[in-house]
């Protein structure tokens, strides 16, 4: 049994890692941090974990945090996140990290976009942790970046297309809708149930949500030039799932291209994305509860565009999901394991 | 008084005409259609109504129909609507038809869309009841054709833009959330509630959604030149509600102006169109239960391309409020009795 | 036109009471104050209130605030409310009190339930603004005491059963569902929409909640005995609405009786007071937006007991409705103005 | 591995049978029948459960049924259940019944609740599947009758106080709330999305729902006397969830006993029942997706009532969740098996 910490285990991310690790045979979560809820159960925070999970939280210095467990998830804000990995990886503990200053492997940009990054040697170093574009690499991580739930809509739903030059990378238009969980759960009005719900609005509109340079980056790798794209997020009256709906315009090659046949192809082997049947398209409440990540692809012939779409559940593949299928691969255990449960409906 | 008679009530459309006309002066509603609910109170097959509405629902034959009411809304069924229509106009009746069936100008981009058209005379006679863009034709109308949810929320937050040249309209992209009533009334798995809550999904994706050759049809007036849209309608878990997110290239000219003053300029005094401030982004939940309709406009630096997001009630500004609207201009009434209601937030 | 102010403008009851207003063509709104967001226009805080209320916030030291305005909602906490509405009727002016400080005509028990009362000598002269009860009283009264929300749905679904004697008061028992904007407009993390939607939970149950001594005061005078009641408030994820259930044991009298007959009777000359026809249910989506009471009762002849319920919106009827109604009645004007718009559905 | 089949595969309870069973290494499903999407691979009618059931939906005539599987969920309609489990124990299965056929001893209780009862020799056989209650009785039955959602909410929370003598029977009132999936997915204009979203109601008010016998028989059994209950359900909008709160007087046993100990003590070994630490409150939030079922008991000592609260999620242990749990026990297998995922939160 690997012991296993998280940094941060009061927030949205926090308990869905607990929550998935609860069904996880090899591991054993040892110790649970909050500084707001030191001392109490992780289970009376959050009562959908009785009777399943048993840590306490604890408010513990840097240390002591060390000792207690063998593998680490760091669950808490950028900037926060990289006063606390160096640390945990100078005592030999191998880190998931979910925030986002592991993810832009340019300190430069990572810097235009946050702040300053006190870690940049580590940037190199860190896996982006994206399974199906990465595996071979995460295996091998100390560190693994797990991407942010945007990115990870977008890049699975594009790079078969840019890798392949498919499509155009200059006309790419990203409308995504995410679920009310991707804010957090701190307090804040824009957050209540009465300013979101029966609603649905557009945020950070033209070019400035911090996923872009993250999406962006991925793929230009993928599309092996620089890509930059137009990205817009809103926000669902729904706690979980992210639908991507991602317009380009086709090239030669790609009005060309059996588009579906190359999809299918792509992921035919990857337990979690599911490339639907030609026609049918992806739903958010179709992927809720699980890690899976569906994708869809129909040409618009009028408009010689393609329109790809991604749904996937912000919270797992977006997050915790995602986060322990890395710890999966970095450790040597079966990638799925914990991770198989079928998405709820209704 | 004028008398009023609501030709297919039984609806969500119906429902939503009765509720604001409760609440007009100037009419009495004398008589409203419904097949499946003859002789039932429509207070009763919509509690909402009871002591606000006291009509009957009946099963009429169409000649006892026209004696009934001076002024008619149709809100049936494209296809059911050119059936209906004729006649009550050859009665001397004016009518607001709510379905689809007299938006489009051309008889056979009507048929290539929808079928056979059997009553293409009256095609160029009936006004495209945007009162925004035709008040003066509305004033004058015998028949007018009540524009369609999507495309009222699309027509109104880019025609400034391509009467003046300011994006390229080859790159128009729209990206359309809607909420569920927008579905009707009928018994379908898809549209009960544990279909539909709780997630989001795309539907009728690449091109074939009927709103297209209608928005094509007002767009490629405003530009002066033929118009094609890439157009993704989605399904929101809300009752009421459409949020367009539009993306096009901006002209040189574009790049130039001040947008933001001049859609301020064009809508300044339309008692429903708001224009928010600068920076501002609509949201569904402000245009809750009213006919308003709230625009805004986002420049990204980073591809040239501008995001115009529209939002409003798609069963008030996008159906019954808009109907009536036009039932004020083509009959002497202030245009705004009944309608000045603000939105209900939360 | 007589000038209204509204202190305490920036929480749900504010908005509602700054919609509501906007339609009522006797009053304008001068004043609306607000700590927080002072100097900002409330159709900013509230943009649903854009082109319809042109009202900016303010933070007035109080002897300004008389001066501006004829007539004062008082829509602030209990306690703030104690320390400012004196200083309203010294000088000159009406309340409405939206909060719980003058509801509760015996000090002693506002203090077992809420904490020491500064103006003690001011609750005689309140009157229970629950104008199916107290129509006469509130037309002279210069301090009319709001009713709290759940007590509206209670007060008005039992009164006619307890002054006739029909059921045994020691049998009451009350389980009410309240929609989140009962809750307050206060950041905090048991109302983000995270933590309440798609879910359904008790509270403050066992006899805690403070809107009891409120209940059993009006109906131990309806009954003229005293009544000890079970109350149960439970969060609905709706923003709007509260059904309550309410059970009790019939008489022997109650048993012989027509008691849908005496309701329909009590209130058939009450505007916003709809009895519903024998076996017809209510539902708050029914009454939704509206200042309408739906009430409905039927008798479970396998136990004898009655099952009362009634609907509200709890920020119409509930409060800020209900409120302007009082208005209306202290100040002479007919008292269903800016009130008799349908409820919304769907 | 043994060979399970599901009748009735295509509504929510059998949906939701095919995401527990495909998580549960000891079976394989190998029959899915299903009149309407015969043909159709049951991942194709349920899109969550694509990569994850591979089975496909047939229409098969009895007796090619039987040879397809080894043990049976029958989760069709009652009267179709006595249609077709005799069938099948006749050909030597075990069948857990989804269906009220089978819960009520004694037929001519069921007869006038639902219709002639047409296998009655098989009531005595049945086993009532609470493994709460029954265990070992189901460990040994060929036919389990799996208990109702809101039966099983409401014997869980009331069986120890009524053995035990705390509470008078005759003061039970219950009043129900329950998500929409407990409507099924037929399509009726009463389940769609915009009569139930941002809204709450009761429903078959006044001892007429048929969950009544089911629930007195068992409390009559637990109670050693005959007991009749006030059962008030309503209709929540959300999916999943039912949430009772029941009311009772306690006797002078009740007042004295330590009823928080008794239920932990009762519920101690119980892998599904969660008794909530003094004071906490249950919520269809933290039981969502999970075979939970949480209790929590309040005193009103105001009154001498006792509040009793349970939440499970009405179509895992209130249906498909239970029927597996069941089925585990029937075999031999661990009861847990496939069924310890903890809920979803948020």
Redesign the interface.
Same mark, same amino acid.
């Given at each position: 049994m690997m012991r296993v910490g998280i940094v941060g285990a009061s927030g949205?991310t926090g *308990?869905e890692l607990? @929550?998935i690790l609860?069904?996880h045979p090899d591991i054993h979560l040892t110790v649970a941090t909050s500084r707001q809820y030191a001392g109490m159960p992780l289970a009376?925070v959050?009562?959908?974990?009785?009777?399943?999970?048993d840590v306490i939280c604890e408010n513990l210095p840097p240390e002591e945090l060390v000792d207690r467990a063998d593998f680490f998830f760091t669950a808490v804000p950028h900037k926060t996140a990289m006063d606390i990995v160096p640390m945990l990886l100078a005592a030999g503990k191998k880190v998931v990290d979910l925030s986002a200053d592991f993810r832009i492997r340019d300190a430069s940009i990572y810097e235009a976009w946050y702040q300053e990054h006190t870690s940049p040697h580590l940037l190199s170093e860190a896996v982006y942790g994206l399974p199906e574009l990465y595996r071979a690499q995460v295996r091998k991580a100390r560190l693994t970046a797990n991407p942010g739930c945007y990115p990870t809509s977008v890049i699975l739903a594009t790079t078969p297309l840019l890798r392949a030059g498919l499509i155009d990378p200059s006309t790419l238009?990203i409308?995504s809708?995410s679920g009310? +969980?991707g804010a957090g759960? +701190?307090? +804040?009005?824009g957050? !209540?149930?009465?300013?979101?719900?029966? %609603?649905?609005?557009?945020?950070k509109? %033209?070019?400035s949500h911090r996923h872009i340079p993250e999406i962006e980056q991925e793929l230009s790798l993928a599309a092996g030039t620089p890509v930059? *794209?137009?990205f817009?997020p809103?926000l !669902?009256?729904?706690?979980? %799932?992210i !639908?991507s709906?991602i317009?380009a315009t086709l090239t030669d090659a790609g009005k060309a291209a059996d588009l579906h046949a190359l999809y299918a192809e792509t992921y035919r082997d990857e337990?979690f994305v599911?490339v639907?049947?030609a026609g049918? !398209?992806?739903?958010?409440?179709?992927? @809720?509860?699980?890690n899976?990540c569906?994708l +869809?692809l129909?040409?618009? *012939? @009028?408009?010689s565009?393609l329109?790809v779409?991604s749904?996937i559940d912000n919270i797992v593949k977006g997050a915790s999901g995602q986060a322990v299928q890395n710890m999966n691969l970095m450790n040597g255990f079966p990638e799925t394991t914990g991770l198989? %449960?079928?998405?709820?409906?209704?």
């Open positions: 949205y *308990v607990a @929550r609860a069904g009376e959050f009562p959908n974990l009785r009777k399943r999970v238009i409308d809708k009310t +969980s759960r +701190s307090a +804040s009005v957050s !209540l149930f009465c300013e979101v719900a029966d %609603g649905f609005r557009p945020y509109v %033209g070019g930059t *794209v137009s817009t809103h !669902l009256p729904v706690s979980r %799932g !639908l709906t317009y337990p599911r639907l049947p049918a !398209l992806p739903a958010t409440q179709h992927v @809720r509860g699980s899976c569906d +869809s129909i040409q618009d *012939v @009028r408009t565009r329109i779409m749904a198989m %449960g079928a998405p709820f409906f209704p």
